[in-house]
């Protein structure tokens, strides 16, 4: 049973930064690749980052492409999203998600485990 658990949420001021965490858990990722997604009040879930674990090829949304880096930590079983320069409208809940296979995938149906999701609120 694969398990995601995200941390590092939290209230931060315009231009500052933040670092989430998903420590996953019940298989070997080697084959895997993660993601993080965010969810606005009102709005779909979008695609925010994704990372193969083998090889760490990344994939970035164009509006967190210079701000935002993904990356994991294999003795740790862990993802990381470090989040710079935060504007309001990142303001959202903010979920790791998980999916077998290496090719790009940037859209919610094709990644089948998910996390709680941990909320990250940019104030102005």
């Known amino acids: 049973q694969v398990q995601l658990v995200e941390s590092g949420g939290g209230l931060v001021q315009a231009g500052g930064s933040l670092r989430l965490s998903c420590a996953a858990s019940?298989?070997?990722?080697?084959?895997?690749?993660m993601g993080w997604f965010r969810q606005a009040p009102g709005k779909e879930r979008e695609f925010v980052a994704a990372i193969r674990w083998s090889g760490g090829t990344t994939y970035y949304a164009e509006s967190v492409k210079g701000r935002f880096t993904i990356s994991r930590e294999n003795a740790k079983n862990t993802v990381y999203l470090q989040m710079s320069s935060l504007k309001p409208e990142d303001t959202a809940a903010y979920y790791c998600?998980?999916?077998?296979?290496?090719?790009?995938?940037?859209?919610?149906?094709?990644?089948?485990?998910w996390g709680q999701g941990t909320q990250v609120t940019v104030s102005s």
């Open positions: 019940g298989r070997t990722f080697s084959d895997y690749t």
């Open positions: 998600a998980a999916r077998f296979g290496i090719s790009k995938a940037t859209t919610t149906g094709l990644y089948a485990y």
